[in-house]
T-cell receptor
Framework: EAQVTQNPRYLITVTGKKLTVTCSQNMNHEYMSWYRQDPGLGLRQIYYSMNVEVTDKGDVPEGYKVSRKEKRNFPLILESPSPNQTSLYFC??????????????FGSGTRLTVV | GNSVTQMEGPVTLSEEAFLTINCTYTATGYPSLFWYVQYPGEGLQLLLKATKADDKGSNKGFEATYRKETTSFHLEKGSVQVSDSAVYFCALPNSGGYQKVTFGIGTKLQVIP
């Protein structure tokens, strides 16, 4: 089954404790991206990757890191989480194409709480 | 950059009612337009898309037509069901391609029996 798999689904952590949220896709998509979803703010892009070893900042990259060493994986790293990073996180992937014609496949989400 | 304006809702309808969720956009060129749906506790799913002007996207009884003259992509369904209760997002890629996608704020739909 074609899918984007995120882990964990739920995570409660303490301020400052480094964590990684994993994302893996099995569709051979070139493009991957991370979003956070917050009430009243909708979806905001954190980072994206056009292909292996090619990443760039989205709209809210502060406090996050990413890497793309393999085409299928795109982990999101929070080196020193803070309470304002409490949110619902989504990974998404897509084939590359003119004007983004393909649309995204999303993971099921990771609900992160930082206390 | 490109932008999208979407009614925030919530929208509450009785079962079998007609649904319209408005979406208007500003864009450079003629990007593809999308509607995504998010069911409770799940990630977003691509509902339908249109890749050029006058195209109609359709899926699961939902339809939306890419209107260049009014820069709109309104979502419609003739008869909603309780199972359609979800949050609906209008979206389009930013100018230049697929690197960034702008999502609307999302419209929550609640269908009551």
């Amino acid at each position: 089954e074609a899918q984007v798999t995120q882990n964990p689904r739920y995570l409660i952590t303490v301020t400052g404790k480094k964590l990684t949220v994993t994302c893996s896709q099995n569709m051979n998509h070139e493009y991957m991206s991370w979003y956070r979803q917050d009430p009243g703010l909708g979806l905001r892009q954190i980072y994206y990757s056009m292909n292996v070893e090619v990443t760039d900042k989205g709209d809210v990259p502060e406090g996050y890191k990413v890497s793309r060493k393999e085409k299928r994986n795109f982990p999101l790293i929070l080196e020193s989480p803070s309470p304002n990073q409490t949110s619902l996180y989504f990974c998404a992937s897509s084939f590359a194409g003119r004007q983004g014609a393909y649309g995204y496949t999303f993971g099921s989400g990771t609900r992160l709480t930082v206390v | 950059g490109n932008s999208v304006t979407q009614m925030e809702g919530p929208v509450t309808l009785s079962e079998e009612a007609f649904l319209t969720i408005n979406c208007t956009y500003t864009a450079t060129g003629y990007p593809s337009l999308f509607w995504y749906v998010q069911y409770p506790g799940e990630g977003l799913q691509l509902l339908l898309k249109a890749t050029k002007a006058d195209d109609k996207g359709s899926n699961k009884g939902f339809e939306a037509t890419y209107r260049k003259e009014t820069t709109s992509f309104h979502l419609e369904k003739g008869s909603v069901q309780v199972s359609d209760s979800a949050v609906y997002f209008c979206a389009l890629p930013n100018s230049g391609g697929y690197q960034k996608v702008t999502f609307g704020i999302g419209t929550k739909l609640q269908v009551i029996p």
